[in-house]
């Protein structure tokens, strides 16, 4: 049997929700124990406690990827902080035998007015290597990175894709026994996500372990043979990576998980059941691999008749930028199943993971709101830059021509004009 690199049993963190007081100086605490001696006991505001993890066992092995899976807030970044030893636990404990490099936030340890190099070097030491190692792959980060021409300039200057790059490069060369990874490639674009990847592959051929979260379920099934689903805390269930992303899926899709994740105060009037792409060719419905014509089809189950609806439908890439909106007023819905259509001539995307938020009004207020499950993961063509830091956010296809036209027809002054 392989060697176990990571041993957890139990763990658990607990963390304290409440108004946060207001600051007290020295003086406060001296007049108000004076005002009120018999009663002044500290703050007097309620609180209450949440478990963000709860009872949770971990085995993972030398040279595995052990895929973690699960809503927000499910305690994936939660369990990885503890491994981390960033967070204490509440209780239980966690064994590790190794060194443990974590990327749990893009640029960790990176300081905007310190040079593309110089912060190689510090997030380098925070990240637990000597100057001599660091050194040593120097070379081989920067050039993974793609900043070379870019390396001596301040970090401030460099576009959110140069920092991701440059973050991942560290982290991955340093060679750390065991590797916490925190969905740190959703933010970089299709072909350096497939880089990453391959990296992450052959980090675990050389005998290291990676504890990977993704919410792209694709990079799960591709990297990872076990997978453990976290729900509320807890390990939901555990095993086979590409039977967990199955059951992920299917349960993200059914009405009795949907329920749960509604925000509370919404009617039961109608639902949001489901979404698809309707494209030409197409051989999945949630996947773009054309920039146009698409269509884009959202499931609304009403239960009762709505006279009078507004319909919002909002687009968010991964990093949570919204994208595109937009709303339609004075709609009625009779009871039954309504298929609500967006047709788009064309829809220039940058490769990545995408999501949709709908929601639906009426007089009364809200009646449903929904992040409509799976992701949009768009798989296109690139039409942009070769770098990340020109490419900017649209994926425009266009046709160069370039032509001999001997001397300009027009004069200097009518092309000022």
């Not at 640029?107 to 905007?112: A, D, I, L, S, V």
């Not at 390396?151 to 140069?162: A, R």
């Amino acid at each position: 049997m392989s060697e176990t690199v990571i041993h957890a049993e139990g763990l658990g963190k607990q963390y304290r929700v409440g108004t946060r007081e207001r600051y007290l100086a020295l003086r406060d605490v001296l007049s108000n124990s004076f005002k009120r001696p018999f009663r002044w006991k500290g703050s007097s505001r309620s609180s209450e406690y949440l478990w963000a993890l709860e009872d949770v066992g971990l085995e993972v092995r030398r040279g595995e990827i052990l895929g973690l899976i699960g809503r927000n807030g499910a305690g994936k970044t939660t369990l990885l902080k503890i491994l981390s030893r960033i967070t204490r636990p509440t209780c239980g404990y966690a064994e590790i035998h190794g060194r443990v490099g974590s990327l749990l936030e893009v640029g960790t340890g990176f300081h905007p007015e310190l040079t593309g190099r110089e912060n190689v070097y510090l997030s380098g030491a925070i990240l637990g290597m000597r100057k001599s190692e660091i050194f040593l792959k120097f070379d081989e980060i920067v050039s993974f990175a793609g900043v070379e021409r870019f390396i001596d300039t301040p970090l401030k200057h460099f576009s959110t894709g140069m920092q991701m790059r440059l973050a991942f490069a560290v982290a991955a060369h340093l060679e750390p026994e065991i590797l916490l990874v925190d969905e740190v490639l959703a933010v970089g674009d299709l072909e350096f996500q497939k880089k990453c990847l391959g990296k992450m592959d052959q980090v675990t051929k050389t005998g290291r372990t990676i504890v990977f979260v993704s919410h792209q379920m694709s990079q799960i099934r591709r990297l990872c043979k076990r997978a453990h689903w976290l729900d509320d805390g807890r390990i939901h269930m555990e095993g086979n990576a590409a039977e967990m992303v199955s059951a992920y899926e299917s349960a993200m899709g059914s009405v009795e998980t949907r329920t749960r994740s509604r925000p509370t105060g919404v009617s039961s009037k109608a639902r949001f059941k489901g979404w698809e792409i309707g494209q030409v060719g197409s051989a999945t419905r949630h996947a773009l691999t054309t920039v146009g014509p698409v269509t884009v089809r959202f499931f609304l189950e009403v239960l009762e008749p709505i006279s009078r609806a507004t319909h919002g439908v909002t687009l968010y890439a991964a990093n949570g930028e919204i994208i595109w909106g937009w709303a339609a007023y004075g709609l009625a819905f009779a009871e039954g199943i309504h298929e609500l259509s967006y047709k788009f001539p064309v829809l220039p995307l940058k490769p990545g993971a995408y999501s949709w938020m709908v929601t639906l009004w009426d007089d009364q207020g809200l009646v449903d709101k929904s992040e409509v499950v799976p992701e949009m993961l768009v798989d296109t063509p690139s039409y942009q830059h070769p770098n990340d830091e020109w490419s900017g956010i649209l994926n425009l296809p266009s046709q160069f021509a370039s032509r001999h036209t001997g001397q300009l027809e027009t004069s200097q002054e009518e092309w000022t004009k």
